[in-house]
């Protein structure tokens, strides 16, 4: 070994030599080259809607907020005729029937995606991703038309019992004496928790997929080592797939949230607007940005137009901002590393 | 005689003695393929067996039905029995769990946690079998089982470091000194160098060879001199093209290479086959 080495060490330096890469022409066939072309054109056309989207919207937004200042964050009523209007309430309830439908959603979704990729047997599970991704495919005027006749005359049940019974803990409080005779129908109706029940119906098949497919994802040998070590099934989901499917849990849920953030037509079918900002989702009335879009939109003015598309571009950045990062926490987590 | 804890958590036993293993009649099947016919083959405790045959014959098949990580594949199914120390582990008293326990594996990858630090690989099984153990004991266990593994040495400054962080012989043996930290009666090696280099794979077979007194080893080796370093005994498996594999010649190790009954297994040891 020294023997070899000790020639080249000893030598002269060489002459200086400066070095260039060589380049190296891929020479693409024709088919490969009109295939790179045209999936790079849809890719930055994606792009540009997505900015052009954005543009649109922060350019329609500068009469407001020069009109309204940072009052456009803190007022909460909305009444362009008295020339006072905000999206502090609507915010707040945006985040509350998405808060209740995650809280549903989450739980749901985590244990579905287990039950399938780790429990169901073969022929079971291939059934049950099809209903799943059937629930998907569900236009949401059906989650909202089945959330106002199907679901809101037994939510009010539930509502009724939080209240009585959890109803010391404010996010649980009804503005209404619980032993009150006819209180059916009356203050837990229409209320932000039974539009996050159809909310949650809604996002829960994006987020039950994505963690499946990171669950069915975790590496067969890590698996098999925790079952050969003598560990139960649970044991080996705690210990494998649920550290290496972490990312895809946190990242399936942010973007539920972010679709959650969004919806819009069964919102407006179940709640009745309200715009006091309140935590208390168990009680009748509230609204959300996109609710108070659809519903404002075709009596608007020119300049309370402007206003309503202010309140889509606050939705716009706050939805692509939860979306980037649920990107970034795929992609950085082990398994989303090798899967883009 | 050094019992290491509690008794009742079945992991006191004393470190001497293996368990003794016998395999009877295994069929086993992928599908309607039937990959291995009536196999019998004894493993006596404290013995070194070693599995060889071509690629494809069914011995890491055989392997895995003797822990029960055959079943484990959908479409698998089997018939035979498997006795340890005398009593059948797919009998259905039988907890799979406490089986696999008592029967390790070491599998052909390496197959550290890797988010874990390598001291919590090397008691990953207490925990994922839910055995309590203090503070103390743990470093005791930590230190023994990888001292065992030959490891120790090379890692024993950074047991907080993820297992990932090693390379993959360290980690090989990682997982060797993991699978030891159970206290099993049998470990089963599956090619467990064939991704190590050689002197890896020197300090594999140096553990092997300490580890006979208290375990019972098993192991499919591709390397005929590496059969003939680490075994006492030795079985020839071959799937003769179209049937299931089956089991030609087994014995003492020093016949089977030195004076082979059979024609095909002289040619096998001998590198002329196919
Ligand atoms: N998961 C599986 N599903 C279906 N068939 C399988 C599966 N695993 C193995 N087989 C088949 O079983 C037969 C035996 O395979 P096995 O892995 O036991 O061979 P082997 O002797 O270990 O080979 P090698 O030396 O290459 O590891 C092969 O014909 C293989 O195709
Ligand atoms: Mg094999």
Redesign the pocket.
């Known amino acids: 070994m020294t023997m070899l080495l000790e020639p080249a060490e000893a030598a002269p330096a060489p002459e200086t030599v400066i070095e260039v890469p060589r380049s190296i022409d891929p020479a693409l066939p024709i088919s490969d080259k009109v295939f790179f072309v045209v999936a790079k054109g849809i890719g930055i056309s994606v792009l540009v809607i997505m900015g052009a989207i954005g543009v649109f919207l922060g350019l329609q937004s500068i009469p407001t907020f020069r009109r309204y200042g940072f009052s456009f964050f803190t007022e909460s009523s909305w009444q362009p005729e008295n020339d006072v209007l905000g999206i502090a309430a609507v915010l707040v309830g945006t985040f509350t029937v998405a808060l209740v439908a995650m809280l549903i959603a989450f739980p749901l979704a985590l244990s579905a995606a287990l039950y399938i990729s780790e429990y169901a047997a073969p022929k079971v599970k291939s059934f049950l991703i099809s209903m799943v991704d059937l629930m998907a495919a569900i236009p949401s005027i059906v989650w909202g038309l089945w959330g106002f006749f199907l679901l809101q005359p037994k939510a009010i049940h539930v509502a009724h019992w939080l209240h009585t019974h959890l109803g010391w803990i404010p996010f649980f409080h009804v503005d209404t004496d619980p032993n009150a005779a006819p209180w059916a129908q009356s203050r837990y109706a229409a209320s932000a928790f039974i539009a996050g029940i159809a909310v949650s119906m809604m996002v829960l098949p994006m987020a039950a997929a994505v963690m499946r497919q990171v669950f069915s994802q975790a590496p067969i040998g890590e698996r098999e080592a925790a079952l050969a070590l003598g560990s139960t099934r649970w044991g080996m989901i705690r210990t494998v797939v649920l550290p290496f499917g972490r990312g895809g849990i946190i990242g399936g849920t942010m973007l539920s949230l972010g679709r959650a953030l969004g919806e819009t037509i069964a919102v407006v079918l179940i709640i009745s607007p309200a715009f006091d900002i309140k935590f208390r989702p168990l009680e009748i009335g509230t609204s959300t940005v996109s609710a108070l879009i659809a519903g404002r939109f075709g009596e608007a003015t020119s300049a309370q137009l402007s206003a309503l598309l202010t309140a889509g571009f606050v939705l716009f950045v706050i939805t692509l901002i939860i979306n980037t990062l649920a990107a970034t926490i795929v992609a950085r987590s082990r398994s989303g590393a090798n899967a883009d | 005689m050094t019992v290491i804890m509690d008794t009742s958590s079945g992991i006191g036993r004393p470190e001497t003695g293996g368990g003794s293993l016998e395999a009877r009649n295994i069929s086993a099947w992928?599908?309607s393929?039937k990959?291995?016919e009536r196999v019998s083959l004894d493993m006596p405790a404290n013995t070194v067996t070693a599995l060889i045959?071509?690629?494809?014959?069914?011995?890491?098949?055989?392997?895995?039905v003797l822990n029960r990580m055959h079943e484990l594949?959908p479409?698998?199914r089997l018939n035979g029995e498997v006795l340890l120390d005398g009593m059948d582990i797919y009998e259905s008293g039988h907890r799979i769990t406490e089986t696999r326990k008592r029967i390790g594996m070491v599998f052909?990858k390496p197959n550290p946690f890797p988010a874990m630090s390598i001291a919590d690989n090397v008691t990953a099984g207490l925990k994922l079998t839910g055995t309590r153990i203090s503070r103390s004991d743990r470093e005791d266990l930590i230190e023994r089982s990888l001292t065992r593994a030959s490891l120790w040495k090379e890692v024993k400054d950074r047991l907080k470091e993820p297992g990932a962080a090693l390379s993959g012989g360290q980690q090989q043996r990682l997982c060797i000194a993991r699978s030891l930290a159970v206290d099993p009666e049998v470990l089963l090696m599956?090619?467990p160098c064939s991704a190590l280099d050689p002197t890896s794979t020197r300090r594999v077979e140096e553990t092997i060879h300490e580890i006979r007194q208290q375990v019972t080893v098993v192991i499919?080796t591709?390397n005929m001199q590496q059969a003939a370093r680490v075994s006492q005994q030795c079985a020839f498996?071959l799937?003769e093209s179209g049937t299931p594999?089956g089991i030609v010649e087994s014995g003492a190790t020093k016949d089977i290479f030195g004076s082979p009954v059979d024609k095909r297994t002289e040619d096998y040891v001998n590198g002329r086959f196919g």
């Open positions: 992928f599908g393929n990959v291995l045959g071509p690629s494809g014959c069914g011995k890491s098949t055989f392997l895995r594949v479409s698998a052909q599956d090619e499919v591709h498996f799937a594999g």
